[in-house]
């Protein structure tokens, strides 16, 4: 099993990044799919969910408007893409699949910096 997460970095406040997490090796369509964060000092906070048909969505009430995920069964990959960047939003960001049924796995996470 394995949820390899890409395209976190530096974006100055304001700017744009989109991130994405390609799995493996359990079946991704059953998965109702998470990014999570937690930055330097504080709890992991659940970002965005997208059940596993991707009929139900929900956010953190902080990203609403700026963040949206979104999901590709036939990629097995799940998205986040993040506009008006602000530096609370500095974290790592890590991509989580649970299934009703108890199995859970975790990436190992992206590093997301927003500064100028």
């Known amino acids: 099993v394995q949820l390899v997460e890409s395209g976190g970095g530096l974006v100055q406040p304001g700017g744009s990044l989109s991130l994405s997490c390609a799995a493996s090796?359990?079946?991704?369509?059953?998965?109702?799919m998470s990014w999570y964060r937690q930055a330097p000092g504080k709890e992991r906070e659940l970002v965005a969910r997208?059940?596993?048909?991707?009929?139900?969505?929900e956010y953190l009430d902080l990203v609403k408007g700026r963040f949206t995920i979104s999901r590709d069964n036939a990629k097995a990959t799940v998205y986040l893409q993040m506009n008006r960047l602000k530096p609370d939003d500095t974290a790592v960001y890590s991509c989580?699949?649970?299934?009703?049924?108890?199995?859970?796995?975790w990436g190992q996470g992206t590093q997301v910096t927003v500064s100028s």
């Open positions: 997208i059940s596993s048909a991707g009929r139900t969505i």
């Open positions: 090796g359990f079946a991704f369509s059953r998965y109702d």
């Open positions: 989580n699949a649970k299934v009703y049924y108890g199995y859970e796995y």
